[in-house]
């Protein structure tokens, strides 16, 4: 048995000790009880606002979408677990569950709110229209409710399409731009819709749009404006003139190439500050 003195000093020790001892336990009970303690640590810094992105969905590659503005210039952006994907006006867009990654389909129309990180541009948002999703999934299904009758003449023209290069041109159309711009002027839409309008009355008719700009400028940026000038015209091709993906050939942009009148003048300048849009039928299938 043990001997407590009667000292002062050794009294307050005593009764400090048996105080800690008592805090420790009641903490420990606390700690064991409590589900609401919350430790905090470092966190990691909050990503800043980046801007907001309107445009159809052209290209994934793993977790990465790349989507192509209606003035023809591509943004990469990071899609990861914590992006939200939202159709029409609501959370779940109407379909009972929550949209994942795999409904980011080629030739979707997206919004996308992104964030800045330090590897690029994530998408925190990204809405849609059910119908837009709708389209794209029958695009790539290569069928469509809408269009069962051509269907099937459809996915024998895709099969014939593999080995034939030559093509008979039924009609072209050019629409022009502002020097240094991609940007579709008023009267360039209506032409294009009035191109597309033709073309869907033309048998087996595909599409094959190329860019052209002046010859101001480097070789470099002339690729460049005329890839995006291109780009600008099959996004309202497919957004506003319902011309659908599978139906339109690769485009391209020929910088400076194949002008249609000399880049001495103003005017001959203005002529080549261009987009043609071809409308070709195969050789083999024309007539058809």
């Known amino acids: 048995m043990g001997v407590i003195s009667n000292r002062p000093g050794a009294v307050a020790l005593f009764a400090m000790l048996t105080m800690s001892a008592a805090g420790s ?44 503005a209606g003035d023809g210039s591509a943004t990469v952006i990071a899609v990861n677990e914590t992006t939200k994907i939202k ?38 948002q990204i809405t849609f229209k059910t119908n837009d999703l709708k389209t794209a999934n029958m695009i790539r299904n290569g069928t469509s409710q809408r269009f069962d009758e051509q269907a099937a003449a459809t996915e024998a023209l895709r099969g014939r399409m593999g080995d034939i290069d030559k093509y008979n041109i039924k009609s072209t159309t050019n629409v022009f731009f502002d020097t240094g711009k991609a940007t579709l002027s008023a009267s360039a839409r209506a032409d294009l819709c009035a191109t597309a309008s033709a073309a869907e009355a033309t048998n087996n008719a595909l599409m094959l749009v190329v860019g052209y700009t002046d010859s101001v400028g480097s ?70």
């Open 25 to 68: 336990a009641f903490a420990q009970q606390q700690d064991a009880h409590d589900a609401n303690i919350v430790v905090n640590g470092e966190q990691a810094p909050a990503l800043v606002a980046g801007p907001e992105i309107k445009g159809v969905i052209a290209a994934r590659n793993g977790n990465r979408i790349k989507v192509i």
């Open 87 to 124: 159709a029409g006006g609501g959370l779940f867009g109407g379909n009972g569950g929550k949209y994942s990654a795999d409904s980011l389909l080629n030739g979707l129309p997206v919004t996308v709110k992104t964030l800045q990180s330090d590897g690029g541009l994530v998408a925190g």
């Open 219 to 288: 070789d470099d940026y002339n690729q460049q404006l005329s890839e995006k000038r291109a780009g600008s015209v099959i996004n309202f091709l497919q957004q506003a003139c319902h011309w659908k993906p599978y139906r339109m050939l690769t485009p391209t942009g020929m910088a400076k190439a194949d002008p249609l009148a000399s880049n001495d003048t103003p005017e001959g300048k203005a002529q080549n500050r261009r987009v043609s849009v071809n409308i070709l039928v195969s050789k083999g299938l024309d007539g058809l």
